[in-house]
């Protein structure tokens, strides 16, 4: 439908509509006022100032280096990068397969098999926090990059597969005749000719999965302790004292999720309604 | 078919299952035997360094005779109804005067921001917005006083605080799902009822709202299993203080754990918290493979 048709006429209601909008944009980027206000401060300045006062000189980079002498939070967001990156590649190559398998291969009672991947999305998280925990710390997981990488993998399947087996259940059995014809088994089918079609959902499911593991606290609080594994979300909240520059950090570790969340609005209007979990 | 060939059929078509294997074999080993070992757990009383003692379902009735479990019931109930309706009104609301504004893409930025923010982030943010430095004082400003105070600290206000907050997070994607959904509107029922003279509010309650029926059955479903859910706001917030005023049962399943060593009890309080998500879950599937 085209905006116009229910656009209103009269010039009093558009005034209000645009009016009632400006309001709400106010309370929404209210927080972010706050913040840009506060990490020009320094500690002294931030407890002795009203918070909508400027500050009279500005602090910003003393911020920033207490970030990064005091704090591990660079080391947090290179550890999450790194989390965030391999565990997505993983799980998308992993969900290619099984989700190719799901929809295009000889088996039996998919819909048992589909399920079961599946599944991992249903439960609410919490379920799994003590029993991976204990595991963990018995086969020596506990606190590794290794056990890290390997979980937000694992995390990310479910989702990852179910995309992608849309994906397949839609691409026309034809295409993958003619190139059996060819002499392409299915292995070759699945990165050859579906790999390359399937590219603009494995981007959205690559990204999306991507920001899950970055953003994620429950784990990272929950299967690391030591700073130089922990991920940034975990390393962040226990950040205190030091206002503008715990502030001035959330910033700083918000960059990657705020251009991948822009990067993929501009480019997947209707693949951003998968990003929930 | 000579046996030979049956044969390699059945070579080939055992080759088809290794393509699953990978994905089946991290999930059964980090999910599915999970379930199963902490509805075993629940059973049991543990410190996480003593022997397991069976207990049979006695963390279950202690749970139930806890008057801590019960706040904390109340207010995932609270979460849950309060930040449903939060998160279905408003996003459509916002969506139906966005794509009447002069400007909708910078609107729809602007409400959809928060979002791309993790709970982590958004928590640390409203806390140092909501101490007695931040937004009470305005509120002392203008005279009331009683209110500079440190909100997250007064039993039930503090979880109404962090729902508000919840909100501010949550309702991007609720926001795109119906603006999309607005936008992509069948036009020519609209069209009829305009040329019949149609007041607006008849126009959105028999025409509009019944079209956007199906956008609104995944924002609803998913809005209510993902509020069972929330974890990371409170944690960061209140740590469910003070004196587990504002634990919902997610937090509560975590403290009992995580910080009191209490793993059977805390089994339990997860395994309650699956049977109603799974409830809940059960609608939202059925809507999801309705198609198949």
Not at chain 1, 4 to 31: C, D, E, Q
Request: aromatic share 16%.
């Amino acid at each position: 439908m085209s905006d116009k048709m229910l656009t209103v006429s009269s010039r009093r209601s558009r005034v209000l509509i645009n009016s009632v909008l400006v309001v709400f944009s106010f309370f929404w980027i209210f927080p972010v006022i706050f913040a840009l206000l506060g990490i020009m401060k320094s500690k002294k300045v931030y407890n002795l100032t009203n918070f909508w006062e400027f500050a009279p000189d500005i602090q910003l980079l003393e911020n920033y280096r207490f970030i990064v002498e005091y704090s591990n939070i660079l080391q947090g967001m290179i550890n999450s990068l790194f989390y965030g990156a391999v565990g997505a590649l993983i799980a998308v190559i992993f969900s290619m397969m099984a989700a190719y398998a799901l929809a295009k291969l000889r088996i039996g009672h998919r819909m048992f098999w589909f399920m079961l991947i599946y599944s991992g999305t249903i439960f609410p998280f919490q379920l799994y926090l003590i029993p991976v925990f204990k595991a963990y710390q018995r086969v020596g997981l506990y606190d590794t990059r290794v056990g890290m990488m390997l979980f937000y993998s694992a995390i990310c399947i479910p989702f990852a597969m179910f995309v992608l087996r849309n994906f397949f259940i839609g691409v026309s059995d034809e295409i993958m005749e003619a190139a059996r014809i060819d002499g392409a088994d299915n292995w070759k089918i699945l990165w050859r000719i579906l790999f390359p079609m399937a590219k603009p959902s494995i981007s959205v499911v690559l990204l999306t999965q991507f920001a899950f593991s970055y953003n994620d606290l429950m784990f990272g609080i929950t299967f690391t302790t030591s700073s130089g594994i922990k991920p940034i979300m975990a390393t962040i909240s226990t950040f205190q004292d030091h206002i503008p520059a715990m502030l001035l950090a959330c910033i700083i570790v918000s960059i990657p999720s705020v251009l991948l969340y822009s990067f993929l609005n501009r480019n997947f209007d209707e693949g951003i309604a998968y990003t929930s979990k | 078919m000579n046996k030979h060939t049956t044969f390699l059929l059945d070579i080939s078509r055992k080759r088809d299952y290794l393509y699953l294997l990978p994905a089946v074999v991290l999930v059964v080993g980090f999910f599915v035997t999970s379930i199963g070992y902490t509805v075993v757990l629940s059973f049991f009383s543990w410190d996480g360094v003593s022997e397991k003692v069976f207990i049979g379902v006695q963390n279950y009735t202690d749970i139930f005779n806890d008057n801590n479990f019960w706040i904390s019931v109340a207010n995932t109930v609270y979460w849950v109804v309060f930040s449903l309706l939060l998160n279905l009104v408003l996003p459509l609301v916002l969506a139906i005067l966005i794509v009447q504004s002069v400007n909708s893409p910078l609107f729809k930025n602007i409400f959809y921001f928060p979002a791309t923010l993790s709970g982590t982030v958004g928590g640390l943010i409203m806390v140092a917005m909501l101490s007695t430095y931040g937004i009470p004082q305005l509120f002392g400003l203008v005279g009331f006083e009683k209110m500079v105070r440190d909100w997250l600290s007064v039993p039930v206000v503090n979880t109404f605080v962090m729902i508000f907050m919840q909100t501010w997070r949550g309702i991007g994607v609720n926001l795109l799902l119906f603006i999309a959904g607005l936008r992509h509107l069948d036009r020519a029922p609209i069209e009829a009822a305009q040329i019949e003279g149609a007041s607006r509010g008849w126009l959105y309650m028999k025409v509009i709202f019944p079209a956007l029926s199906s956008t609104t059955k995944v924002v609803l479903l998913m809005s209510l299993v993902n509020s069972f859910k929330v974890f990371d706001i409170i944690w960061i917030m209140t740590k469910g203080g003070p004196y587990r005023s504002s634990e919902t049962l997610a937090l509560s399943m975590y403290i009992e754990s995580f910080v009191r060593n209490n793993y059977g009890v805390g089994a339990s309080v997860a395994i309650l918290l699956t049977c109603i998500i799974l409830i809940a879950a059960y609608f939202n599937l059925r809507n999801t493979f309705k198609s198949e």
